[in-house]
């Protein structure tokens, strides 16, 4: 008879989390809590730790509560496996799990094994790209895992376990039936001290942690998700960025717990970025106080560099390095010059080899008009043009044009004016007439409603007005001819 084993892969020194293997969840250490819920329909479960010294709290924990174990190299996962399989016949199966994954279930594992067998595939996988990080898991034959381990010493392969088999058995992508969706909403494994507390908070209101299925999780979660609001859509974009970009010029004007809160409720929303420059204060040293692991490692950074006024590459490479070290990373989904001047030849050749080297994912300008704007574009290279939008600012035809044929990405800012226009009467007016909440509404639904704007970068203050600002971007967006009207009804007036 096949047999199939589970093995679950944990460790304490986790870079973002450390010690996170034995932090309590569901009246039990974590490792414990993944063991036990994967065995729950009858698998066997081994759990492969490392032989480092401080590893032998995992071990000594879990054999004492009759949970298997096994040891081995720290960075030799895959050595790891087999040897935790070493007993098994050659057609058994294997399912890999990690330690950091408390929801996934022996549920989704009959699942995926189902759909194997189903489609004749020799390894299968969940899908993270449609499905929550933290339902992960991936299965195999035992011959193939025993088949990469003779094959493959290079240390990424040993590392991760399966690489070596994707690459030559292909993949079943595997989606389980009720599958919520919306993957970085309903995340749920555990990486950083905001993911523990949010699985501490799912397991709390069930009886039963090690019975309670994934989908009654998944459905308290979906509570959570649900009163938080509609999450930021991502548009179509090469950085991707969400449809909402996080304005960081007022970072520095809010006090810490209020800006940390912020910057969690927009991740949990969805949004892919912060904009941040060295003009904006102490605002790039706020962002690093207040900016908890998972902020790090969901949010990008746009640097905005401070205005040069002609210092040339050696102040364009100073800033952004004083930037890097400010914040505390050393790369950026872009860099953004402060207009054409600073745009200059060797400024940009120098910003260039920043994207070259893989720094700085993307180069880009920041304009003040349409006019700078068509000369912006005329860069070599140029991957972001940050441009005022709104009605006082429309994007002429020509612009959008050249922009889209150019596959520059569109940033809009000032889409408020300041919060001027949100008080100007004619947009109040123009609001109300095409049935929308307010001036604010109408001016986000402006903007976003150009297709070849990817995003809009956009300040908050407090919790209120970024969540305001958040709804407002996740609304229908103001048609083509709907923006035509507002145009004509503006500059009549």
Not at 28 to 42: N, Q, T
Not at 57 to 86: Q, Y
Not at 222 to 234: C, F, H, I, K, N
């Amino acid at each position: 008879m096949t047999r199939t084993r589970v093995v679950v892969q944990s460790r304490l020194n986790s870079s973002r989390l450390p010690g996170k293997a034995l932090m309590t969840i569901g009246g039990m250490p974590l490792v414990e809590l993944v063991a036990r819920r994967a065995s729950r329909s009858g698998h066997e479960v081994v759990v492969a730790t490392s032989d480092e010294h401080y590893d032998t709290r995992i071990s000594e924990h879990l054999k004492a509560v009759g949970v298997p174990v096994m040891r081995g190299e720290l960075d030799d996962v895959l050595g790891r496996f087999v040897h935790a399989t070493a007993d098994l016949d050659p057609d058994d199966r294997v399912v890999r799990l990690t330690g950091d994954n408390p929801v996934m279930d022996a549920d989704v594992i009959d699942e995926l094994l189902t759909a194997m067998d189903a489609s004749g595939d020799a390894y299968g996988r969940v899908d993270i790209d449609v499905v929550p990080e933290g339902l992960g898991a991936e299965g195999f034959l035992v011959r193939d895992l025993r088949r990469a381990a003779e094959a493959t010493q290079d240390p990424y392969d040993r590392e991760h376990v399966t690489p070596w088999l994707r690459r030559h058995l292909g993949e079943l992508l595997f989606a389980p039936v009720a599958n919520p969706g919306d993957p970085k909403r309903f995340r749920c494994t555990v990486d950083t001290l905001d993911d523990f507390d949010r699985a501490s908070r799912l397991f709390a209101q069930v009886d039963d942690p090690v019975a309670a299925p994934w989908t009654q999780l998944m459905e308290l979660l979906a509570q959570e998700v649900r009163a938080a609001g509609v999450s930021v859509p991502e548009r179509d974009s090469a950085l991707g960025l969400s449809s909402f970009v996080y304005g960081g010029s007022r970072l520095a004007e809010s006090s810490a717990p209020e800006t940390r809160v912020m910057l969690s409720d927009a991740v949990a929303r969805g949004v892919t970025h912060v904009e941040v420059g060295r003009a904006d204060g102490a605002a790039e040293a706020v962002l690093r106080a207040c900016a908890d692991p998972q902020l790090v490692q969901r949010m990008k950074v746009i640097s905005r560099l401070h205005p040069l006024e002609g210092g040339g590459a050696a102040a364009a490479e100073a800033g952004l390095e004083r930037s890097f070290a400010t914040i505390g990373r050393r790369t950026a989904s872009a860099v953004v010059v402060d207009g054409l001047v600073d745009a200059g030849p060797q400024v940009w050749a120098r910003l260039t080899r920043y994207r070259d080297e893989g720094t700085v994912a993307a180069i880009g300008v920041s304009v003040g008009s349409a006019e700078e704007g068509r000369e912006a574009l005329s860069l070599r290279g140029i991957g972001l043009l940050e441009v005022p939008l709104s009605p006082e600012s429309p994007l002429p035809e020509d612009l959008r044009t050249t922009a889209r044929r150019a596959r520059v990405e569109l940033l809009a800012r000032s889409i408020y004016a300041g919060g001027r226009l949100v008080a100007d009467p004619r947009i109040a007016a123009l609001a109300d007439e095409l049935g929308r909440d307010g001036a604010d509404d109408l001016l986000m639904a402006y903007a976003l409603g150009h297709p070849e704007v990817s995003a809009v970068a956009v300040g908050s203050l407090d919790r209120a007005q970024l969540r305001r600002n958040l709804d407002l971007s996740a609304r229908k967006p103001l048609s083509l001819g709907e923006i035509l009207q507002v145009d004509e009804r503006m500059w009549a007036a």
